[in-house]
């Protein structure tokens, strides 16, 4: 049973990202590309999980791997879509150096 | 904390997430949109580490400090420039992690079959992620070859390699446990499998690819979130990899090639496209600039070669000045013009130029019959009147900016060599059309000094 339900939150969750980005403009397309790949970091969840689990030496030792990993893909996916989004200014909002 | 308020949490997570992305639909809330979805990001890890089930942190503390310098010292230390190939080495990193996470999972207790082949896929999946985004990583930064690199019996021997990981991957299910050596078999054959998709894939292409591999890391989370169990794994992994699905689908479009034909074909050596001859008519920087001086409308039409010789912010003083000259200046971009999507916007963002200039190519088209002078910088494909009129060209049938349609075209180029596709371009024997020979920026540094002087 919990199969199908995961399953489920599987489905509703890919036609809710269908919905939701179907409508972005091309000047972001690199943003949210970038913005996207710091949420699938998210696997930092698992990592943590398995990393602190205190279960076998190998299963904490694949976690803190992974912890690292992820890591780099949440803070550096956040920061540089960050960066990147501050470029983006409109005409005359104070915004030309 | 309970497991019951962990998961409310993670509810929470979600839907900032959810309000993130959509907000980065539009440029205006776009950066608090992404700050939204970095808060949800730091509810679901804090929470995540109170839970009962931690007990050990000294693994965390330090993995999690040494991904984070590593991750904050790239995000500031990266030019825009190398943006394409930076988002790749994320990716691959987001790759590796899911891979991980479903290889840790499989030291958990009571390994059912289901939870074997989510293991399975997560390893799949996340193993092409990280060396497929390796080799992206690699063309991109020129550090191996950005052409494609193609074999006899590529197909079969990529088929072969899938039937093998599919093989052990059925065998690994039946029996699961953390010693078999099905299970490494597919590890290893994943990784393989992961250069192998992506090395006949050349420089142009890479738009898709990256759009592809960033599916691929949301769908790698959300295999991970199926072996342990874990919801916000599988929402938040399903929505990047819808978002990297339709990215992936408005590259392919916008190239008028499926999904299928840019990943096992290198590019079209089947068609010869009608020979092209003409005249070259060349023009110098002095006569350019009485051009644009002239001109009421002015387009600027950049690709990947502006990326290449570094010109954006010569190019935005250019355009600065044609304005204060009483001139229309507009930036069109190629859906698929340089190595990822939106590249060309990024850079402009960066010089400065502000977003409500940059236009889109099915805004300019109509109109393009009253711009005065169009400027191709470092464009070729994109711009070549081959894929409206020539049915024997490889990319007949690609949407194309119609810069042909303009009143003046000058193309900047350093030689009469063809684009990546290798396909002739009418374009350059245009009975409007100018060729400014030379380094772009060069050219574009010169115009900048005729009209301050």
Request: aromatic share 8%; glycine share 10%; hydrophobic share 55%.
């Amino acid at each position: 049973m919990e199969a199908v339900y995961l399953t489920f939150v599987l489905v509703l969750s890919i036609f809710l990202g269908f919905e939701l980005i179907s409508k972005v403009p091309a000047t972001l397309h690199t943003p949210l590309m970038s913005g996207a790949n710091a949420i699938s970091g998210i696997t930092i969840v698992g990592a943590l999980l398995s990393a602190g689990a205190g279960q076998a030496a190998i299963a904490s030792w694949l976690g803190a791997f992974a912890v690292a990993f992820a890591m780099v893909n949440v803070i550096g996916g956040y920061m540089v879509t960050d960066r990147m989004l501050g470029m983006f200014k409109k005409k005359d909002s104070g915004g030309s150096k | 904390m309970s497991d019951v308020l962990i998961n409310l949490a993670y509810v929470v997570a979600a839907v900032l997430f959810i309000f993130g992305l959509k907000m980065l639909g539009s440029p205006a809330t776009a950066r608090n949109g992404n700050l939204l979805s970095s808060v949800g990001m730091l509810i679901a890890v804090v929470v995540t580490l109170l839970a009962h089930s931690i007990v050990e942190f000294h693994f965390i503390v330090i993995a999690g400090l040494i991904g984070a310098v590593i991750g904050a010292f790239a995000a500031r230390a990266v030019a825009m420039t190398a943006m394409p190939e930076m988002v790749a080495l994320f990716n691959g990193s987001g790759g590796l992690a899911s891979l991980l996470v479903g290889w840790a999972a499989l030291y958990n207790e009571g390994t059912t079959t289901f939870i074997a082949f989510t293991i399975f896929l997560s390893i799949l999946i996340g193993g092409i992620t990280t060396t497929g985004s390796v080799v992206a990583w690699g063309k991109l930064s020129e550090v191996m070859p950005s052409r494609a690199i193609v074999f006899a019996a590529q197909r079969i021997v990529n088929g072969a390699f899938l039937a093998a990981i599919i093989l052990a991957g059925v065998m690994f299910c039946m029996d699961p446990s953390t010693s078999s050596p099905e299970f490494i078999a597919v590890l290893v054959l994943s990784m393989i499998l992961g250069v192998m998709v992506v090395i006949p894939i050349g420089g142009a292409d890479m738009p898709v690819v990256i759009s592809l591999l960033n599916s691929y890391s949301g769908l790698a989370a959300c295999a991970a979130g199926f072996a342990i169990h874990n919801n916000i794994l599988i929402v938040a992994g399903a929505l990047v990899g819808a978002a990297g699905i339709i990215l992936t689908n408005i590259m392919c479009k916008a190239m008028n090639r499926s999904l299928a034909n840019v990943l096992f074909s290198g590019f079209g050596a089947v068609k010869t496209a009608t020979k092209v001859e003409g005249e070259v008519k060349p023009i110098t920087v002095d006569d350019a600039y009485l051009i644009l001086e002239a001109a009421s409308s002015v387009t600027f039409v950049p690709g990947y070669g502006m990326a290449v010789a570094q010109a954006q912010h010569v190019v935005r003083e250019l355009g600065n000045l044609l304005e204060q000259n009483g001139a229309e200046v507009t930036y069109a971009i190629h859906p698929v013009a340089g190595r990822m999507p939106g590249h060309m916007n990024v850079l402009l963002a960066e010089a400065n130029v502000p977003y409500d200039q940059l236009v889109e190519m099915d805004d300019i088209n109509p109109r393009i019959d009253n711009i005065d002078v169009a400027v191709v910088i470092g464009a070729n494909d994109v711009v070549n009147p081959a894929a409206r009129n020539d049915e024997n060209s490889p990319i007949y049938g690609m949407p194309i900016i119609n810069v042909d349609k303009a009143r003046t075209v000058f193309v900047l180029k350093r030689s009469m060599a063809s684009g990546f596709s290798g396909v002739d371009n009418p374009l350059f024997f245009g009975e409007n059309t100018r060729m400014l020979f030379g380094d772009a920026k060069e050219s574009i540094t010169g115009l900048v000094a005729q009209f301050k002087s």
